[in-house]
Nanobody
Framework: QVQLVESGGGLVQSGGSLRLSCAASGLTLDASSIAWFHQAPGKEREGMICAPSVDKDTYYEDSVKGRFTFSRNATENTVVLQMNTLKPEDTGVWYC????????????????WGKGTLVIVSP
């Protein structure tokens, strides 16, 4: 049974850091395209990071480029999103999602989703 479980969210002050993890069971993350989505309060989910494969560059939305770093840990079947210089606009639920392969990561094409982890960044 496929499961994705995010962890690492919490409450931080502006400028702080968090390290989000997404652990998978029932699928191999290193053979998957992976995305991180952000849902701010009252807004739709927005794709922030798309990692098509281990052989392709990871896409970062402009608002997080230079602040967040995506990485894969194949031995643990997890991925990590290192979030630095956090801003209040990063507040919301962060989700990881996967698909078998995709050059892009539109939400409707993602096959599996985690339940999300809440990030709150205070001013």
């Amino acid at each position: 049974q496929v499961q994705l479980v995010e962890s690492g969210g919490g409450l931080v002050q502006s400028g702080g850091s968090l390290r989000l993890s997404c652990a998978a069971s029932g699928l191999t993350l290193d053979a998957s395209s992976i995305a991180w989505f952000h849902q701010a309060p009252g807004k739709e989910r927005e794709g922030m990071i798309c990692a098509p494969s281990v052989d392709k560059d990871t896409y970062y939305e402009d608002s997080v480029k230079g602040r967040f770093t995506f990485s894969r840990n194949a031995t643990e079947n997890t991925v990590v999103l290192q979030m630095n210089t956090l801003k209040p606009e990063d507040t919301g639920v962060w989700y990881c999602a996967t698909r078998a392969w995709g050059e892009r990561c539109p939400p409707n094409d993602m096959e599996f989703w985690g339940k999300g982890t809440l990030v709150i960044v205070s001013p």
